[in-house]
């Protein structure tokens, strides 16, 4: 499975977790129903490991959305949101340009016209603070 897939159904792992409360199993099961027997390992730690930062990233998603509370954001977005913080955060072998472009392109393809521009505000405030050094 390529890493741009993963990252789709990471996505749609994430967000079903979050709004049917189902577990990790049932929702791969879910997402990848027309996929039986690809490589998922990917796409499994990118969810695991989400939801075991999940305080950490949800803390930090909350400084950036300017107006806005976590809770009151489209799940969608929320989803994708968390996936990419998890990658800025957590896996420093991934360039961060590509995680936001990612993230941009996740939330043209599951969200509406405007999100994406949501999801790029609020990932280039997070980059813009961790590159500014603080006083």
């Not at 990419?84 to 393809?109: D, S, T």
């Not at 016209?113 to 813009?128: A, H, I």
Request: aromatic share 8%; glycine share 2%; charged share 30%.
């Amino acid at each position: 499975m390529k890493r741009r897939t993963a990252r789709e159904k990471a996505v749609q792992c994430l967000f079903q977790i979050d709004m049917a409360e189902v577990n990790l199993e049932d929702a791969i099961s879910m997402v990848m129903e027309e996929e039986q027997g690809a490589d998922n390992a990917y796409m499994k730690r990118l969810i695991e490991e989400t939801l075991s930062h999940l305080p950490q990233i949800d803390q930090e998603i909350s400084k950036y959305l300017r107006g806005w509370q976590l809770d009151r954001i489209a799940n969608v977005d929320r989803a994708i949101l968390r996936l990419a913080f998890f990658e800025l955060m957590y896996e420093q072998e991934i360039p961060k340009k590509v995680v936001v472009n990612e993230a941009i392109e996740l939330a043209k393809l599951f969200s509406d016209d405007q999100s994406y521009r949501f999801v790029n505000g609020v990932l280039s405030s997070y980059l813009q603070a961790m590159e500014t050094p603080e006083a």
